[in-house]
Structure formats: C-alpha cells, structure tokens
C-alpha cells in the first residue's frame, strides 16, 4: 500500500467577531482567518497533500454571517486540487443544523461534509472515522464510533473534536476523549481539534492547533499538522499563520537597563501583524518606571495591537528619585505620604494601587514641569 | 537699628536751609507738625538714603529737588549693635554716599559706601525693611506699581524664610502650582467636581459607549438565543416527525383499534344478557314474597279474633274491680277529711288560750318593773335635789387655789417688808418712873417697840409726843404688800387669809360631795330622770292590760303543741285518702273505656275474618303454593351468577378502545403539528440565520468588554489624579500652616486688641493677609471699609517688625500719616497695638493731626531749621 499524505487543521473559527478590538485591526484579523484557507492548501500542495482535514470548528458559530459562509465555501471551491473533510465542531455541531443544511445547499465538490460518524473511504485503503460533534456538548464520548470496522488491511483515520481526559478544552469542559483512543480503535493516526495550541498526545495522536490563532493564550505561532502514513504516522508541523500574538512577561528589577529589556522583549520584524499584551512585573524606581511608560507608549504604533499591564510592576521609591520630585517641602511630603500609602498592608489592595499610580503620576508631572 | 537723627540739606521744601529731626527714642517717637510742614519730605528722604543709590537722579531723587535747584543731601544717624554709624547721601550734583563713625572716622564712601548700607538693609531695595513703611493714605496691603509689589512680595518671602525656611522650598513654590495645575486639568478633562463622568470626557464617553453597546447587546441575545433554541427544537421536531410517520407504527395503532372494538362490541352482548337474568329473577322473587305475604295476612286475622275475645273478658273483670274499689276509697276520703276538721278547731282553741295566758303572765312581769322602776325615780329625784344644793354651796364661794397661792406669796411679801421696816424702824423703849407712858391712846409695852408709822406717845406730865419715822422706802413696801393681799382677799372675798384657807377647804370638801352625789345618780338612773320616767309610764300601761285568767301558759303551750301535731299527722292522712279515691276513680274510667274498646276491637276483627272455618281453608289452600315458587327463584338465580362469572370487564373494553382511538387520533394531530411547526421553524431559523446574529453578538459584547475595560481605565485614573491631588492640597496646608504661623502668632494678639475674637488667613501668593473672619464669618479684605484694610495692614506691618525683632534684626517701623481712616475708638485701639509692638521696636510717627495723635503719647521729636 502506498503512502498516504493529508494536511490536518482545525479550529480555524471562520466570522470570529474580534469584538473589543478597534476597527482597524478587527477587519484584518478577520480577513487573515479567511486567509488561513488559501495558506493551508498551499500548505498541503507544498507537502504533497491531496486532502485537507479540518478537525472541527471551522466556523465559530452555528449560523455564521451569509458572506461569512459563502466566501469560505467558494475559496475552498477554488482549491479544485484539494479535498476539503469539514468535521463538525463545538462551535459548529450538527445542531446548528441550518449551517450543515447550507453546506450540503452550497459546498462546492471538493468539500466533504461529515454529517454522521460512519467511516469514509478517503482514498483506496485508507478510511477515515469521523466524530462529528452533534451537540456544542455532547455529554458521550462520540471517538466510540471509531471503533466501527473497516475492510481488513485498510488504514483508519480518525477525526475527532473535543478535549481528552487529561485536560479541559479550549472552552474550559472537562475532556472525554480518552488519551488512548488511538490504541482502542486501532487508529493509525488520531486527528483532533478544539484546543488552539499545537499539541502531541501520543505519537499517532495529535492537536493540530489552529492555523491562525485568535487569543493570547497560546503564545505560539499558527500551524497545521501535514501528516503521512506509511508505517507509523510521520507529522511536520508547518506554519500557516499571518498573525503573531504574544504576551511576553517583562520582570524588571532596580539597576536593569530597561530600555534594553524592553527592546530585548519585542519583536523587530514585522511588528505590524504582531499583537503584543506585554505584562511588566517586578519593581522599579520611579525614573526607570517613566522611562519604561515613555519606551512602551513609543513603541506601541508600531504594532498591530499593543497593551500594556504594568499593575503589578511595584514601585521602589529610591531617595534620589523623591529627590526628583522635590528635596524638601510640600512635593515631597505628598510624595512620602502616596509612597508610604501604597506599600501600606492596611489599606487595601485598590488603595494601594491608587497611591502607587497617583506617586507614579506626580513623578511625571514634576519632571514635566521641571523640562 | 534704631535711628536716631535725621538731617536734609537742600531738600524740597527746605530749599537753602538745614532740617534736623532729633530726638527719636526707643520706642514711639511722634513728630505732629501741621500740613505743609515736610513730613513727608522726611519720610521720602529716609527713603532714599537707604534704597535709592547716590548716582541715581531717577524720579525719586528729583523730587527732593528744590524748586530752586541744587544737590539735595540727606544724613541719618543709626545705631547698630556695632555702634552709632552717620550715613550721609549727596544727588545729582557731585553726588556722594558715605558712613562715619561716632568718632568721624570714615567707614565707607561711594559704592562701598552702598554696599555697606545693602548689607545694613538686608538685600538693599528688595531687603525686608522695605515692608515696614507705611505712607499717607495707605488702605490696602499691596503696592499699586507691580515693580514695587513684586518687590514687598520677595522682601515678604526673605523676611519669613529667616523664620519659617524657605519657602518655596515649603510650599512647592511654582512647581507645585503648575503640578495641581496640570492635574486639576487632567481631571477636569475626565470628571465631573463631584468625581462622576464628565460629559464630553473620555470617561464619560467609554461608559456612555459600554452602556449603549450593553443596551445593545441585551437587545440582541434573546434574538441568538431565539435561533440557538429554535435549531434544537427544529432537530427534535425533525425527530418527532420521523417517528410518527412511520408506517409500522401506524399499521400497529391501526390494528389495536380493531381489537379493541371487537372486543367492547362483545362486553356488551354479555351485559345484555346479564340484564335480561337479573329481570327474570326479580320477577321470580316478586311471586313468591306475594304468596308470603297472603298467607301471613290471613293467619294473623284469625290471631286478631282470638286475641280481642281475650281481651274483652280481660276488660270486663278489671272495670269490675275498678268500680268497688273506687267506692271504697271515696268513702275513706269523707271520714279522714271530717277528723282532720274536728282537730283543727281543737287547735284554734288551744291557741286562744295560750295568747290569753301569756298577756295575764307579760302583764304582772310589767306590775313588779313598774314598782322597782318607781323606787329609783324616788331615789334619783332626792339625789338630784343633794347635788343641786352641794353644787349652789360650792358656787358661792370664790376662792381658787390660783388665787390663794397669790395671797399666800402676798402674805409672804407683807410678812418681809415688815421684817425689815421693823429691823430699820425706830424704837422706843419705856422706863417708866411714874405713870405709865401710852402709845396711840395704849398702854406703851415692855421692851423696845418698833415705831413704824407715826405714833403719838402719851408722856403723863409732859403732854403728847408726835413720833414720825416718816416715810421711808419701808413703809413703800409694806403699803404695797398690803395692798396687794387687800385686792387678792377682795377677789377671795375673804376677809383674812386663814379665812380664805378655810373657804378653799370647804370648796375641795363639796366638789367631793357633788362628784359622789353625781356618781350615785348615774347609777340610779343611768339615762337621766326623764327616760326613768319614760319607763315608769310604759310598765304602768303594761300592767294595766292583763287578762282575766289563771291558766298555766306552759301547760297549755304543751297541749297545744300535741294537738298541732295530731291536726298535722290527721291532715296528712285525709289527703292521702284523698289521693288514692282519686286514683281509684281514674282508674276505673280508664278500665271502664278499655272494655269499650275491645268490644269495637273484636267487632271488626270478626267483620273481617267471617266465618272462623273458611278462614283456615283460605289459610291451608295459599300454603300448598309455596314450594314451587321458592324453588322457581332458586333456579334462576343460578343462572344469573353463572352468566355474571362469564362477563368480560365492559370498563377495560371501553377503556382500551378510547386509548387506541385517542393513540390513531393524538397520532394524526401530532403529525399535523410537527409539519406546521417545522414550516414555522424553517421559516424563522431562516430569516434569523440570513443575519449572521451570533457573529454580530461576538462582535458587540467583544466591544462592550472593551469600553467597560477603558472606562474602569479611567476611573482608575481619576481616582489616581484625585488622590494625588488631595495629598497636594494637604501637603501644601500643611507647609503653609508652618509657614504662615509665626506670621500669624505675631498678628493675632494685636489683631485681637481691635477685634477680639477674629482671625485672619493669609494667601500663599501675595503672603498677606486675604480674608478677615469675624464672629465666623469671613469677608475678603478688599471688600472690607477703609479704615479696617489700613489698620490691617498697619498690624500686619507691625507683625512683620516683630519677626525682625525675633530675627534679630530689628528695623524702625515709619508711619506717614497713617490712620487717616480710622474713626476714634479704633485710632485708640490702633495706638494700644502701636505700643504694644513698641516695646522692643522703634516706631518713628510723622502726623499732621496733632489733636488726634496728642493720646499717642510716646515721646516728641523736633525739627530745628537753620540757614546755609
């Protein structure tokens, strides 16, 4: 039997609103996830894949916008070469019946749209065994169906969505897949999706995470898993995202050079289809604190989206730095009095953080009004 | 420094000529010249000796030009800790500036000269000393001319930097204004006075943008959540119909109907024929209880003759019975109420009898009362009488023991003034040698005799001597007495002592008397005489109403009390008589109706049975029915329990073939539902999912979240801005407080001297005084009258010295013509704080109001004018 190659992905949540994002970089994150479409088809041409696996949510929800699904079906249409499997997801299981009711209405012929678990012949020996989600939660393990037979000899695929036993799902639900589905139902590889991250189970058991992450929480770069069975599966991750998202930590201590930290912790290039939360942690004097909100608010234009979290960067008073704002008198004394506050366990938490910002505010404002 | 001269050559008014003030002491020194003296020529020319450089010929200089022209020359005389220094200027024309010494030695010239005379100053035209000059007509705190009021303001700022530090240093100075500055921006931009969103603001914008996409995004979940329930129902109708359309199903549902019909069709055969048995049987049992009954009619009206026969003779004998005994009874009755009668006039008698003894036994008890109640009137009357003349005897006499107590101490008086009239009294002592001399016409005595009142002594041969002791304090006295003891015997009406003693004893002796007397009458007659003559005349009557008899009472109460008892007991038994003759009679009615009865009784029971021997014929031919009827009943009751047993149940059969009906029907109905409401569904899910809602929902709520992100974002730094500002503001109060409180210490007490109670805050950029706070209410100062600005400014002048003085650095305070505005009792007021401060500071007051200023006290400088 010949070597079978396939490009696996899934999650690629086509329509996600990106709400709270301003406008700008809303429309190109949602046009760079309709954009995945043609990056992963490149991607299985590249790697001599005839088959696309998309191991559910391919829309982020049961009754997508009608643009949203037209032009997902039309740009999968225009891949002639390839096939597209759409497996229903969480997000778009086969209770948002009215989305699979158009599929079936308008999918072009390259694209196969699992409806049931029976098993599907994907090419000669090789048979997929489909999971298709038929609730957003199913409360049943439904990889079960893969234990359905196939012709003897055959190679068994299996697709499936949802989080396994050992760890909750991108939703947060408790998995129900277990982790050795793979062994039970004599899969030679396991194709999963739900969780956006990039993750091996077992050797023949993969996430293949999405191809354009939408959140910060993975911190990884978008990839897809292209996949040959010949023997024991042989998977290459292969980058397919526009988008960077990344949420580097900055912990800063007195004496650093925070300019060089700073600059050390973004990226260089292409800072524009990068969104950054840099979180900023430690303690600093309040020069170097200014310096380091000066240094952020200089760089932020130059990315996609950028915020900064600098609530529990702490604030260390040096002598010399009150000496900024005043050697003696009434600016000194409101300064000593916000520095005592915000390091006062009685106060509470918020108290604290008020008098840390307002001292941080008048160390500003005292060196703006001394330039 | 003190100053102590000051001279002007060639200046102003003293054109050719020299003025020299001296005379300036310690404390207030006062010169009171008219208008148009020079005052303020002085006052100008001390000026410039200290601010105004020797080379200047500015407008301050010319004007202490004489009209005439010529180089105008001040000297002033000061004494420093050092000692006494001569400063010496010259203007315009070979202008010179020097210092000598007390010795004439030169200390400076020119612009050391200067320097000398800056160091002396404090900092030269911006020194402090430049606070403490008042000139005419002064009423605010500030110079009009800014130059000038920038220059107090940094004199102000050095002066009370020596006592409080510096004071930028303390207050933040500028950077601290711009610092609030630039935060009451920020936080103008963003909230409200109040703290809220400020309307325009960023922040009210972010929560105006949260609440509205919040708004929005209420409005349109129910729309997603409409869709999302509406796809469910849609697969379970799907699902629904599915299963109802499905032949099997139906072929089955059809099938049970049919059966279930078959079945209720035969339940109901059954039943039919149950009924028809239970008919026949009703029948049968209808017969055979009519029979029954027949035969018991019969049988018991050949009971009836029989028994009213029994009946009749029953009756018969008991009328009978009745009769004669009621008979006797009547007569039983008669002879019991006839006895009973004769004792009840017996008693009457007996009664009559008793009454009559009674009264004969009351009225003899009354005879012997009235005898013994005759005896004590008599005696009650003589003892009435004794007490009523013991009582006339004791009333006649008229001693009392008060009054003899009087004449007994009378007596007593009497007895010592004579004791003593007689131990003082003169005597005389006979020795006769021939006839006997005689005193008062009797025989003179043996022995001395005591001459007490004048006395005649006879002298036989001589004729008669008038012996006079005349009357002394003795004789007085025993006059009194004895007029006393007369008056008390007159009230006794007795005509001695030993006469009113015994009439007492008889009084004592008859009190006792009547007291036994009235004793012994209470006795007799305890309730007076008249209610013993009362009783007396009730027992006389009594006694008189006796009859004529001599029966023994209680033998005949006896007697009557037994025939009582034998009337009773004869009463009693007469009505038992009575009753039982009654009973008897009712008795025998009654039998007597009985018997009527049954006679009717056995009438009609013989009308209607006939002949005794066709009615037992009736009897035995109904008897021979009986057994064929019972036995009819018995067989088809039989037969009906063995149909009942065989009868299927008519409620399941019904039962059943309504469920298999109602399952065809609910079938049929909730197929035609599931179809219109899946097109209804379809419809719906359609029109909604065109609208791409779950994607619009992400896109707002994403929104929302940020906009309420953003507002928190700005509340956080509204709250950080207003916390700094408070601590600015209260970093700032606290350095002014520090700052302005020595300045204030020195104010209030000479404040108080002309507004007791009121206090004043200065303003931290002017460091003068700003508002004026009088029995809690502040007034700004500028809008204060005249008189109260130029006196404040006037203390806070003298505040100011006082700081010097604190410092170290004492400065003369000059007042030109101040306190133009001030009424009388503050012009005092103003001159107790001028003192006051005067004690360790020199006040040099130049006034041309010589009356108003003569209470100033203080000591008088002159102005001596020569030519030059």
Known sequence: ????????????????????????????????????????????????????????????????????????????????????????????????????????????????????????????????????????????????????????????????????????????????????????????????????????????????????????????????????????????????????????????????????????????????DHLLRITVTGRLPLADRAALEAGLAARAPDFGWFAADLSALAVEALPEDLDQIDRAGALRQAAEVLLAEAGDAALSQADRDTAQAALARLYALTQEVRA | MRLRSIELTNVRRFAGKRARLSGIGDGITVLSEPNEFGKSTFFDAIHAVFFERHGSRNAAIKALQPHAGGAPEVMVEVDLPEGRFRIAKRWISKPQAQVHDTTGRLIAQADEAEAWIDQLMGGGLAGPSGLLWVRQGLMGLEADDKKDRERDLTARRDLLSSVAGEIDLMTGGRRMDAVIDRVAEALARLATATGRPKAGGEWARAVDEAAALAAEEAALRPKAERLSGDLARRTEVTRTLSRLTDPADAATRAQALTDAQAAHQAALAHQAQVTQAETTLRLARLDADRLRQDIAAAETLAARVTAALAALAKADEAATTARARADDLGQRDRAATEAAEALAHQTRDLRTRVQAATRAEAAQAAKAQ??????????????????????????????????????????????????????????????????????????????????????????????????????????????????????????????????????????????????????????????????????????????????????????????????????????????????????????????????????????????????????????????????????????????????????????????????????????????????????????????????????????????????????????????????????????????????????????????????????????????????????????????????????????????????????????PVILDDALVHSDDDRIEAMFDALHRTARDQQILVLTCRQRAFAALGGERAVVALEGI
């Not at chain 1, 998995?175 to 956006?196: N, T």
């Not at chain 2, 007597?592 to 035995?620: H, K, M, S, V, W």
């Open chain 2, 370 to 811: 009235a005898e013994d109640l005759q005896r004590r009137l008599d005696r009650a009357t003589g003892l009435q009488a004794s007490l009523d003349q013991t009582r006339a005897q004791r009333a006649r006499i008229a001693v009392t023991a008060k009054v003899l107590d009087a004449a007994d101490k009378a007596q007593s008086a009497l007895d010592l003034a004579r004791a003593r009239a007689e131990a003082q009294a003169v005597t005389i002592e006979a020795r006769p040698d021939g006839a006997p001399a005689m005193l008062n016409g009797a025989a003179l005595p043996d022995g001395p005799v005591p001459i007490l009142t004048a006395a005649d002594l006879t002298l036989p041969g001589f004729g008669t001597l008038r012996i006079d002791p005349g009357a002394g304090r003795s004789g007085e006295g025993i006059a009194q007495a004895e007029q006393a003891l007369a008056r008390l015997l007159a009230e006794a009406q007795a005509e001695s002592l030993p006469a009113a003693r015994h009439q007492w004893a008889e009084a004592q002796r008859l009190e006792v008397e009547a007291k036994q007397a009235a004793a012994l009458l209470a006795e007799v007659a305890p309730e007076g005489l008249d209610a013993l003559r009362s009783a007396l005349a009730r027992a006389m009557a009594a006694a008189a109403d006796a009859p004529d008899t001599a029966e023994d009472v209680a033998a005949l109460t006896a007697a009557l009390a037994e025939a009582d008892t034998a009337e009773q007991a004869a009463r009693a038994a007469a009505k038992a008589a009575h009753d039982l003759a009654v009973e008897a009679g009712n008795t025998r009615a009654g039998a007597e109706a009985n018997r009527t009865t049954a006679a009717r009784q056995l009438a009609d029971a013989q009308a209607e049975a006939g002949d005794e021997a066709t009615l037992a014929a009736r009897i035995a031919a109904l008897k021979v029915r009986e057994p064929a009827l019972a036995d009819a009943v018995t067989t088809t009751a039989r037969a009906l329990e063995t149909l009942r047993a065989a009868a299927p149940d008519l409620a399941t059969a019904e039962a059943r073939l309504t469920r298999a009906r109602g399952a065809v029907d609910q079938a049929r109905a909730a197929e035609q539902k599931a179809r219109e409401d899946l097109a209804s569904l379809n419809a719906t899910i359609l029109a909604l999912a065109e609208e791409g809602i779950e994607e619009r929902l992400a896109t707002i709520a994403g929104d929302r979240a940020e906009a309420e992100a953003r507002a928190a974002r700005y509340e956080a730094e509204v709250r950080a801005l207003t916390r700094l500002k408070r601590a600015l503001d209260e970093a700032r109060t606290k350095a002014r407080d520090a700052y302005f409180g020595p300045v204030l210490r020195e104010l209030q007490p000479l404040l108080a001297i002309l507004h007791p109670g009121a206090q004043l805050t200065i303003d931290d950029a002017s460091l003068l005084p700003a508002t004026l706070t009088r029995n809690g209410q502040p007034e700004a100062l500028d809008i204060l009258s005249g008189g109260t600005r130029e006196q404040v400014a006037i203390l806070t002048r003298l505040a100011f010295a006082r700081l010097f003085a604190t410092a170290g650095r004492p400065v």
């Open chain 1, 1 to 272: 039997m010949s070597a079978f190659r396939f490009l696996h992905s899934s999650d690629l949540h086509l329509g996600r609103a990106f709400g709270g994002y301003p406008d700008g970089i809303r429309h190109r994150l949602r046009e760079a996830r309709h954009g995945a479409i043609a990056r992963l088809a490149q991607a299985a041409r590249a790697g001599g894949a005839g088959v696309v696996l998309l191991a559910g949510d391919t829309f982020d929800a049961e009754t997508p916008a009608p643009d949203t699904l037209r032009q997902a079906l039309r740009a999968m249409g225009e891949e002639g070469d390839l096939t597209w499997v759409l497996l229903p997801g969480n997000h778009d299981s086969l209770a948002a019946s009215e989305l699979w009711r158009r599929i079936a209405q308008d999918a072009p012929a390259n694209l196969r749209a699992i409806t049931d678990d029976a098993p599907v012949e994907l090419a000669s020996g090789h048979w997929l065994l489909p999971a298709p989600c038929t609730q957003r939660r199913p409360g049943r393990d439904l990889t079960e169906a893969m234990a359905a037979p196939t012709p003897e000899g055959a190679r068994r695929i299996g697709l499936g969505h949802g989080a396994i036993t050992d760890f909750s799902g991108e939703e947060g639900a408790t998995g129900i897949i277990p982790p050795d589905r793979a062994v039970r139902s004599g899969l030679d590889y396991l194709a999963l999706g739900d969780w956006h991250g990039q993750m091996q189970v077992t050797p023949a058991t993969w996430y293949s995470g999405t191809p354009e992450p939408d959140g910060f929480k993975h911190d990884a770069p978008g990839r897809a898993l292209l996949v040959t069975l010949d023997g024991p599966a042989q998977v290459t991750p292969v980058e397919t995202a526009h988008f960077r998202w990344m949420r580097p930590v900055l912990d800063l201590l007195p004496g650093e050079d925070v300019a060089a930290r700073l600059a050390a912790a973004l990226p260089n290039t292409r800072a524009r």
